[in-house]
């Protein structure tokens, strides 16, 4: 079942960058890309746990700001050759509204 | 698919190490664009010619070098035509004919057919046992040879005859190698880098008779002997024929393709024919042609690029540099050495430890190198050999390397091969000399990007590039580390810094997304590298009118903080030259413990940081601090940093000037300024130096008779003093060549270049006569900085504290309670 929680308006991030949703299991990051798409991940790095949400967004893609891995903002993956997944969590924007479904599991880290 | 979009298609003669790359490179550019058809003499997939040296001397299997495998030809949806020769090109009807006269179409068309071994046209040449040393099968021959027959003679005494030699000595042959002239590798060596050569290689069996002119083979069913002009005569049971290669251009000739030496191209890699692409050693391009991959593999560049229809860029041609493959030999040359009139050289003999170097200056900048016994700094100056640096300035201790000049390399006797598989090589990743040979072997690496990518060794501060190139080097054998000569800004284009920001100002662009789409970028949004850069460069050159782009700069230029590593920040206030009050101190006292904020740290710059602070609770700590009157210390910017000064005349017994209060004055000019880079400052009031000036970005040191202004030192990573550039007699003076000199490297500097980098490569010459000579260019450089400062010089901490700048990115957009 997907429960959707309204977040915020989409202008309230801005183009190529990010936002955090607090949660109890940690803050979940929120992007936005330059053809407003949006995406949620932990804002936690697979490589250590840098915040994602500080890094440069290119394309459909964040660069943490620690140490230069890249992650694939829809799958979590880290673009090879490097390792490593970050939860993804739903999101979609409807009427210039922003919607979060939370995976529990994810929001343990 | 329904209606199925007819593809152009690409036919590439010659499955060899140009023509694959080429066709790689044009994957990654356009993967969709052709239906590539490739046809190759050899049975087999794209191997890597290089290492045929190494598969000759055991110590590589031709499984082992592998670069594509039939199975890469599928997954790319390539048709390989392997052990299939192509006799004819058919540029009317746009067709090319195999052996067995079948026509295949093509709507472009590559030639990498490579080179022939050149077959010296002596009686007995076409006997049974004499060969040429070019491929797989060549080597087959040889290996077989070597287990039926004992002597073996190799005509040629350069790189390609000494490592056959080397290879059939470690089968067990007794070679000879026959040389035309009295030196080895005359082409890359010198006489004395030549003899010592030989000296070594004798030491382990082999035989030499040069100088020496063969004059005919002898045998009747298989090659028994060699004959040479004066007569004498040596058994032989096999000959390889190394004297050169010749480009292999017959089937483009036949075509009415317009050769000389080779095919020849234009900058684009086009034939006469536009439809016709010719890259690798069949080709010329203004007047020369190559026998290295380095070249090679920029000429593929370039020409996939055209390929793909991407435009831009062109190939200028390749300095080269060699390296002999034979184990325990360690040799190097670059470059042109030939002696002449106004040519200097730095020799260094030490023939106790077998080693030799000789470096050859013109116009204080290197243009060859030989090094023997001790290659490790061999990229190095090849590097700057590439790059024209101008060496005057570290002149007299060049000749001893990159690791005396502090510049990260490593000694001698610490070569790569010796090093053992734990031994760390990239300190900031940590990553190991094992770990990188690893991963150079299994994935197949072959540049050091590749490198960077896979193992992130070398990718952080960059000093152990030249370790990671040797153990590229080391690794592979080749020299395949040549970079080109002009570095890309990142992977995201081809064009280098100064192109873009030639073009930023020629073409008048203002946004990073027109800088993008005007050269063509090869990704959407840019990276994480090369964003920032443009973000600069736009905002240098555009004082005023550029919008500074928050989402294009890295996170501490974002929120006007250092990140940590826990991902909380560090904030610093300016305290002008050092300076501060009781109240000032009060208040940091007070924020201190208002925020909790665990660390309170003197940093090196004279500031006080306070460590640990919530990104949610940075603009409240600045509020705090703006109203005890402090602004932010830019302790995160690339731009002006600190000025760090002693406290000079006015309390120091040895004072010259008011140190001080010049640094004040420095600092509250050029505060707020965005550079390439950071830039610190620092003032000493005598040359005692208390603040270190002579290490500084940018140094001034007080004298009774006035002020000395230094630059370009650097105390990081590296470490290096100063640079002298005048001396002046008033403090207004220092200030206007300060301001002038920091405003020309922000209009020349590339991105994340440190002042001294920047002069070493434009010069200090050059710097000076801009700066200090040329009066009126100083003026012009001051009024363009005091310009631009109009609009920098407010405080970022005032406008998101109190003024509501950018509020979103401090809160979180919302907190949620999950049940
Ligand atoms: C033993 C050895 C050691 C070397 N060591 C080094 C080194 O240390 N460093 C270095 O930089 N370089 C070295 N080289 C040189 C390097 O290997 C070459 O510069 C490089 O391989 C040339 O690439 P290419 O694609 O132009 O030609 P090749 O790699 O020779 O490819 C050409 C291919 O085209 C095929 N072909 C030709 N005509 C036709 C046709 N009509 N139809 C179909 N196929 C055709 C050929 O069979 C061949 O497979 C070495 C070369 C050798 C032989
Ligand atoms: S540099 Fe000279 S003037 Fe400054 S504190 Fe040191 S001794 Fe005194
Ligand atoms: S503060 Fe500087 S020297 Fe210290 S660990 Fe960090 S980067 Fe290294
Ligand atoms: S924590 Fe993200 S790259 Fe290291």
Redesign the pocket.
């Known amino acids: 079942m997907t429960s959707w929680i309204e977040i915020g308006a989409l202008d309230d991030i801005p183009r190529l960058g990010s936002r955090v949703v607090r949660t109890p299991g940690g803050n979940i990051a929120v992007f936005r890309t330059e053809s407003d798409e949006v995406f949620a991940l932990d804002d936690r790095c697979p490589h250590k746990g840098g915040p994602l949400s500080q890094g440069i967004v290119h394309n459909k893609r964040v660069t943490c700001p620690l140490h230069n891995f890249v992650i694939e903002l829809a799958s979590g993956q880290a673009v090879a050759p490097d390792e490593g997944c970050t939860h993804t969590h739903p999101a979609k924007v409807e009427n210039g509204i922003v919607w979060l479904s939370v995976r529990q599991a994810a929001a343990v880290s | 698919m329904l209606d199925k979009v007819i593809k152009q298609k690409l036919v590439v003669?010659?499955?060899?190490?140009?023509?694959?790359?080429t066709v790689e490179a044009l994957l990654e550019r356009a993967p969709d664009l052709y239906d590539i058809t490739v046809?190759?003499?050899?049975p087999y997939g794209?191997y890597?010619?290089?290492?045929?040296?190494p598969v000759?001397a055991g110590e590589k299997t031709v499984d082992d070098i592998m670069l594509n495998t039939v199975d890469w030809y599928e997954d790319n949806n390539i048709t390989l035509r392997k052990g299939?020769?192509?006799?004819m090109i058919d540029r009317r009807t746009c067709e090319v004919v195999t052996e067995a006269g079948e026509r295949v179409p093509y709507d472009r068309l590559l030639v990498?057919?490579?080179?022939n071994?050149i077959m010296l046209p002596l009686p007995g040449k076409e006997l049974p046992g004499v060969i040429g040393?070019?491929?797989i099968y060549?080597?087959d021959r040889m290996i077989k040879a070597s287990t039926d027959y004992r002597n073996a003679v190799v005509i040629g005494g350069g790189?390609?005859g000494l490592?056959?030699a080397n290879g059939l000595m470690k089968r067990g042959m007794n070679v000879t190698v026959v040389h035309l002239l009295d030196t080895l590798m005359e082409r890359q060596l010198d006489p004395v880098a030549g003899g010592l050569l030989r000296k070594s290689l004798e030491e382990r069996g082999m035989v030499f008779k040069m100088p020496a002119q063969t004059q005919a083979i002898l045998g009747e069913d298989r090659v028994t002997g060699v004959r040479f002009g004066d007569g004498t005569e040596l058994p032989a049971d096999l000959v390889v024929m190394a004297v050169g290669?010749r480009p292999?251009f017959e089937?483009a000739k036949k075509a009415g393709l317009y050769c000389e030496r080779g095919i020849v191209v234009s900058d684009t890699m086009q034939t006469y024919d536009g439809r016709i692409y010719a890259?690798?050693?069949?080709?010329q391009h203004r007047r020369q042609t190559?026998?290295?991959?380095?070249p090679?593999f920029d000429q593929a560049k370039v020409c996939a690029n055209h390929l793909a229809m991407k435009g831009f860029a062109t190939y200028d041609g390749s300095v080269?540099s060699?390296?002999?493959?034979v184990t325990g030999i360690d040799l190097f040359s670059a470059g042109d050495f030939a002696p002449g009139p106004d040519k200097e050289e730095i020799v260094l003999q030490d023939a106790n430890r077998g080693v030799y170097k000789r470096i050859i200056l013109k116009d204080k900048k290197i243009v060859g190198a030989v090094l023997y016994g001790d290659t490790i700094d061999g990229p190095w100056y090849f590097q700057h050999l590439r790059d024209g640096t101008d060496v005057s300035h570290m002149r007299e201790r060049l000749v001893f390397g990159a690791a005396n000049l502090g510049e990260g390399g490593v000694s001698g006797q610490n070569s790569v091969a010796a090093m053992s598989d734990e031994t760390e090589i990239c300190g900031c990743n940590g990553v190991c000399k094992g770990a990188i040979v690893k991963a150079i072997s299994e994935k197949k690496l072959f540049t050091l990007d590749d490198v960077r990518a896979h193992t992130k060794a070398s990718s952080s501060c960059g000093s152990c590039t030249g370790l990671v190139e040797q153990v590229l080097a080391f690794t592979l054998?080749?020299?395949?580390s040549a970079a080109p000569k002009v570095k890309p800004l990142c992977k995201c284009t081809d064009h280098s810094h100064d192109d873009v920001r030639r073009v930023i100002v020629e073409q008048q662009l203002k946004t990073i997304p027109a800088v993008m789409r005007f050269m063509e970028w090869k990704t959407l949004n840019g990276c994480h590298s090369c964003r920032p850069a443009l973000n600069y460069y736009l905002l240098a050159t555009w004082p005023g009118e550029y919008r500074d782009d928050q989402q294009s700069r890295f996170i501490n230029e974002r929120v006007h903080a250092n990140i940590q590593k826990d991902g909380t920040y560090s904030v610093v206030p300016r305290m002008w030259g050092g300076v501060t009050t009781p109240s000032e101190l009060r208040a940091i006292a007070d924020v201190a413990e208002k925020f909790n904020i665990p660390t309170v740290k003197v940093t090196g710059g004279q500031r006080i940081d306070l460590l640990g602070v919530k990104k949610e609770d940075l603009p409240a700590v600045w509020a705090d601090l703006n109203d005890a009157g402090m602004v932010s210390g830019h302790a995160y910017a690339k731009g002006l940093r600190t000025v760090k000064t002693c406290v000079g005349s006015e309390w120091c017994r040895f004072g010259t000037q008011d140190s001080t209060g010049l640094g004040v004055k420095l600092e509250k000019f050029m505060w707020g300024s965005w550079t390439p880079a950071k830039v610190k400052l620092g003032v000493s009031g005598c040359p005692r130096n208390c603040a270190e000036a002579t290490c500084k970005d940018v140094g001034v040191v007080c004298v009774d008779s006035g002020y000395e202004i230094h630059f370009a030192g650097a105390a990081g990573l590296h470490i290096k003093g100063t640079e002298f550039l005048t001396k002046v007699e008033t403090e207004d003076e220092t200030l206007e060549v300060i301001v002038a000199l920091t405003q020309l490297y922000r209009e020349e500097g590339w991105y994340l270049e440190r002042m001294y980098k920047w002069c070493d490569r434009v010069g200090l010459e050059q710097i000076r006569k801009r700066v200090v000579d040329d009066v009126a260019n100083r003026k012009a450089l001051f009024a363009r900085f005091a310009y631009s400062q109009q609009f920098a010089q407010t405080d970022p901490w005032a406008e998101r504290a109190s003024r509501g700048v950018d509020r979103n990115e401090f809160a979180p957009l919302a907190e949620l309670e999950l049940a």
């Open positions: 003669i010659g499955n060899g190490m140009a023509g694959i790359r046809f190759g003499s050899e794209n890597n010619r290089i290492l045929l040296s000759l299939e020769t192509i006799s990498a057919t490579g080179s071994p040393f070019r491929d060549d080597v790189l390609l490592e056959a290669i292999n089937l890259v690798g050693e069949c080709v190559y026998g290295l991959v380095a090679l080269t060699t390296k002999l493959k054998g080749g020299d395949y």
